[in-house]
């Protein structure tokens, strides 16, 4: 089952997509959050809501699957040898020993945009825009001290996720990268949730294509930390909260690390694909985001 949340006549409503089919869900919940908060209730609920009225997939706006958080986004850096290895002497004298636990960072929430949306670029902000195509999964049951072989129990689903950088400003600040991964309206997210039975997350081939090029191909069966060691470490003294939005961590062929290097412009094309997860298809948008507010 894939669920999205839908600009239906100005109106965010769930919907369960199907093939080339929106299917408007008659459902007193209101978003996603709800659902989960309700646990297994608000998911058979979901499931057997009636369908208020079908449309065409290329007929709506698909929004961010998410909105509503506790804290913010969480992340997971290096997850891939060959792109924790491409980034070798570019850190810009942050160079660190090949991890042996997960690398963990967050986001903030303010980062998310539609499966379709236009990504905020401003050359002001930043003069080094990058990609990085990303497997994301959203907790379904909180959480702490989660052993491994209970962890994908704590899984509601999953989606994509297109986790812009900023990685003059990723080095700027101390060597954390919170500010090089949070400005506004920089990240999609969806275009759907997939429920977490509907398909295997160790065998999706994630792609990133930037203005029809493909820069990015791998399997996340190159993980170097896997899904369940990722929840168990990450949970480890700390509560994972239902609804939390997990990224998982992006391949090789980041434009930081190529010879020349490629970073992203205003109406560049970024696509991110993921198999039956779906695709991100966005486009960066010249975007005001220095003036004061």
């Given at each position: 089952?894939?669920?999205?949340?839908?600009?239906?006549?100005?109106?965010?409503r769930?919907?369960k997509i199907?093939d080339?089919?929106v299917q408007i869900l008659d459902?007193p919940?209101?978003?996603?959050?709800?659902?989960?908060?309700?646990s297994?209730e608000?998911?058979?609920?979901?499931?057997?809501?009636?369908?208020?009225?079908t449309?065409?997939?290329?007929?709506v706006r698909?929004?961010?699957?998410l909105s509503?958080?506790?804290?913010?986004?969480?992340?997971?850096?290096?997850n891939?040898w060959k792109?924790?290895e491409?980034?070798?002497?570019?850190?810009?004298?942050?160079?660190v020993d090949?991890?042996?636990?997960p690398?963990?960072?967050s986001k903030?929430?303010?980062?998310?945009?539609?499966?379709?949306?236009p990504?905020?670029?401003d050359?002001?902000?930043?003069?080094?825009?990058?990609?990085e195509?990303?497997?994301?999964?959203v907790?379904?049951?909180p959480?702490?001290?989660?052993?491994m072989?209970k962890a994908?129990d704590?899984i509601f689903?999953?989606?994509l996720?297109?986790?812009?950088?900023?990685?003059?400003l990723?080095r700027a600040?101390g060597?954390?990268w919170?500010?090089g991964?949070?400005?506004?309206?920089?990240?999609?997210?969806?275009?759907?949730i997939?429920?977490?039975?509907?398909i295997d997350p160790?065998d999706?081939?994630l792609?990133?294509?930037?203005?029809?090029?493909?820069?990015?191909?791998a399997?996340?069966?190159?993980m170097?930390?896997?899904?369940?060691?990722?929840?168990?470490e990450l949970?480890?003294?700390?509560t994972?909260n239902?609804?939390?939005l997990?990224?998982?961590g992006?391949?090789?062929?980041v434009?930081n690390?190529?010879?020349?290097q490629?970073?992203l412009?205003?109406g560049?094309e970024?696509?991110?694909?993921?198999?039956p997860?779906?695709?991100?298809?966005?486009?960066m948008k010249?975007?005001?985001?220095?003036?004061?507010q």
């Amino acid at each position: 089952m894939r669920i999205a949340l839908v600009d239906f006549s100005g109106t965010p409503r769930l919907a369960k997509i199907d093939d080339t089919d929106v299917q408007i869900l008659d459902t007193p919940y209101p978003d996603l959050e709800a659902v989960i908060a309700a646990s297994d209730e608000g998911l058979a609920a979901l499931r057997n809501a009636p369908v208020e009225t079908t449309l065409d997939l290329s007929a709506v706006r698909l929004l961010p699957p998410l909105s509503r958080f506790q804290r913010d986004i969480l992340c997971t850096g290096w997850n891939y040898w060959k792109h924790f290895e491409e980034g070798i002497g570019l850190r810009e004298g942050q160079e660190v020993d090949r991890p042996t636990r997960p690398t963990f960072f967050s986001k903030s929430p303010t980062v998310l945009v539609g499966s379709n949306d236009p990504i905020a670029f401003d050359p002001q902000i930043s003069k080094k825009w990058d990609y990085e195509a990303e497997l994301a999964l959203v907790i379904g049951k909180p959480g702490r001290n989660i052993p491994m072989d209970k962890a994908m129990d704590h899984i509601f689903g999953y989606c994509l996720a297109n986790d812009i950088s900023q990685r003059d400003l990723q080095r700027a600040h101390g060597g954390q990268w919170l500010k090089g991964k949070s400005i506004d309206g920089t990240m999609p997210i969806g275009p759907w949730i997939t429920l977490r039975d509907e398909i295997d997350p160790q065998d999706v081939t994630l792609e990133c294509i930037v203005n029809g090029e493909t820069l990015q191909k791998a399997s996340t069966k190159q993980m170097a930390f896997s899904i369940p060691e990722l929840i168990a470490e990450l949970s480890r003294g700390m509560t994972l909260n239902a609804g939390d939005l997990v990224l998982t961590g992006t391949p090789d062929g980041v434009g930081n690390a190529r010879d020349p290097q490629i970073f992203l412009n205003d109406g560049d094309e970024v696509i991110v694909r993921g198999g039956p997860l779906g695709s991100l298809e966005n486009k960066m948008k010249l975007t005001d985001l220095t003036s004061y507010q």
